[in-house]
């Protein structure tokens, strides 16, 4: 049986994805972030949208294509992500 | 030498609580999570349970100086701290949903029968051993599962003090032997090793008050 992930799992897997593709000032594509987030085209592109007006994520502008890279606020929310993940964890409990 | 053991399992109990539950309440704050919601709600809980029988205890030794607690104090902060163990296995009873319950109901009967006769005090301790027992097993499926450290700690934590509750039970048919002051010290020692795994992550607060109100409002939420 699949393990659904709630809409706060989906949001760090795609903050993570993104801070782990951003190896430079470029960012991540969304074809590598579905793939690392494992998440669908058209529900990620909802939910980029909010992250980026939340100050999340930035846009990058690119001649190609749209790509993402994480803010600094998004690295404060995935560090304290992690943390509280770590903390429900502890507790046998998925956050 | 009982009533100093106290004293300072309550307050261990209720610092343990309130820090718990602050930094639960501080995630629920910044991730809107249901699971770190209904942990604040449980170690709040707990700590102000372990709170109110502290309190009796500091009044009975500053102005009544009876030598034991008022009852109904008592019962109370108990009461609270059940309420807290609830909420603990009432998010694994979620996680788990069905099938675990029905193992978490048919142990539950006995304890109750058990304890019929007993007065309030020590129906609600039977609850509060179910309800660690219950929390003490999951936590320990979910550390097969994961193989977390911290997870073994909270584990263990959570069966320390039920194991204590239970002790404190027999304490009832011996009660002038040292029984009841080995059920303090292993609730201590529960409490310290719930403490472990929490004492290692940063306990602080950072908040992300524009993206919680927006993240609310388009997640639907």
């Known amino acids: ?95 | 030498m009982e009533f100093l053991l106290e004293n300072i399992l309550n307050l261990i109990g209720f610092i343990v609580g309130i820090i718990i539950g602050g930094f639960a309440y501080a995630g629920y704050k910044n991730t809107g999570s249901p699971v770190l919601f209904r942990l604040t709600i449980a170690f709040i809980a707990i700590g102000i349970g372990f709170g109110i029988i502290w309190a009796g205890y500091v009044i009975d030794d500053i102005y009544i100086q009876e030598g034991k607690i008022n009852r109904g104090l008592q019962a109370l902060g108990l009461g609270i701290q059940t309420i807290g163990y609830f909420f603990i296995a009432f998010s694994h009873t979620i996680k788990s949903f069905f099938p675990k319950s029905r193992y978490f109901r048919s142990v539950g009967i006995l304890p109750l029968f058990a304890l019929s006769a007993m007065n309030i005090e020590h129906i609600i301790r039977s609850f509060s051993f179910i309800l660690l027992v219950y929390g003490a097993i999951e936590t320990f499926v979910s550390f097969l599962e994961g193989k977390q450290k911290g997870t073994l700690a909270v584990g263990i934590g959570l069966a320390l003090l039920a194991f204590g509750e239970f002790i404190a039970w027999y304490s009832l048919v011996f009660p002038e032997s040292i029984l009841y002051s080995v059920s303090i010290l292993l609730k201590i020692s529960g409490l310290i090793s719930l403490f472990i795994p929490i004492s290692r992550l940063p306990l602080r607060k950072i908040k992300f008050d524009d993206f919680e109100d927006n993240e609310d409002e388009k997640f639907g939420r």
């Open chain 1, 1 to 95: 049986m699949g393990i659904y992930r709630k809409q706060i799992e989906i949001v760090g897997d795609i903050l993570y994805a993104a801070e782990e593709l951003t190896i430079d000032q470029n960012g991540a594509s969304i074809t590598r972030l579905i793939q690392k987030a494992n998440i669908s085209h058209s529900r990620i592109s909802k939910i980029l949208t909010n992250l980026v007006s939340q100050g999340l994520l930035e846009q990058v502008d690119s001649r190609r294509a749209c790509k993402y890279r994480i803010s600094m606020t998004g690295k404060d929310f995935l560090k304290e992500y992690r943390t509280f993940s770590e903390f429900t964890d502890n507790f046998g409990l998925t956050i």
